[in-house]
């Protein structure tokens, strides 16, 4: 039971690298949702996607891009990083309202 | 916007002592509601839900939560806590008009042996 996948687990970048992150889900679920977690500050949303092909924005969207090319991928890509951008990334999934699921999360380092 | 908002932040409670967060949201209308629990180094859990009926909703590991609407709340209580209950807690909603969850800032819940 794979569920929510994402990779890479752990990744350092150097300010103005770029970098994508890759979230798969096998739950044949219409949403996908990317997160990040600071201390003190709970899960914050970065965008979603409602179905293949259409991405929306979250909470916090500045600096990130979404694409949803396939229904089972949510890729989250990073184009100049930043410090401020160092945090742990969670990829999620769910049926429309109902419970998402998490991956294991993603630790950024942006140095 | 909505809004969750948990106001213990930091809970450290002995073994066998009863546990309750506190959760409140800012949205009018129906909603979902959930806690989630991350234990150290781990991804996010789902606790229990509630979507309608009974307000009353019991999860895993022996936790349960009650809505209360009329105050907006959805606290997490458990009678007797474990060591293995360190771990930090979320509550989140959602409604049909915002489909991804917004989540509190979390409790941290420490539990001595």
């Known amino acids: 039971n794979a569920g929510v996948t994402q990779t890479p687990k752990f990744r350092v970048l150097k300010t103005g690298q770029s970098m994508t992150l890759l979230c798969a889900q096998d739950?044949?679920?219409?949403?996908m949702y990317w997160y990040r977690q600071d201390p003190g500050m709970g899960l914050r949303l970065i965008h979603y996607s409602v179905g293949e092909g259409t991405t929306a924005k979250g909470e916090v969207p500045d600096g990130y891009n979404v694409s949803r090319l396939k229904k089972q991928n949510f890729l989250l890509g990073l184009e100049s990083a930043a410090p401020s951008q160092t945090s742990v990334y969670f990829c999620a999934s769910s049926l429309g309202t109902f419970e998402a699921f998490f991956g294991q999360g993603t630790r950024l380092t942006v140095v | 916007a909505q809004s969750v908002s948990q106001h213990n932040h930091h809970v450290i409670l002995s073994e066998a002592a009863s546990l309750e967060l506190g959760c409140n949201y800012s949205?009018?209308?129906?909603?979902?509601l959930f806690w989630y629990v991350q234990y150290p180094g781990q991804h996010l859990q789902l606790l229990l839900k509630?979507?309608?009926?009974?307000?009353l909703v019991k999860g895993i590991k022996g936790f349960e939560a009650e809505f209360i609407k009329s105050k907006f709340s959805f606290n997490l209580r458990k009678p007797s806590v474990q060591w293995s209950d360190t771990a930090e807690y979320f509550c989140?909603?959602?409604?049909?008009?915002?489909?991804?969850?917004?989540f509190g800032s979390g409790t941290r819940l420490q539990v001595q042996p």
């Open positions: 989140a909603v959602n409604h049909a008009g915002r489909r991804a969850l917004t």
């Open positions: 949205y009018g209308g129906t909603v979902n």
């Open positions: 739950m044949n679920h219409e949403y």
């Open positions: 509630y979507f309608s009926g009974d307000p």
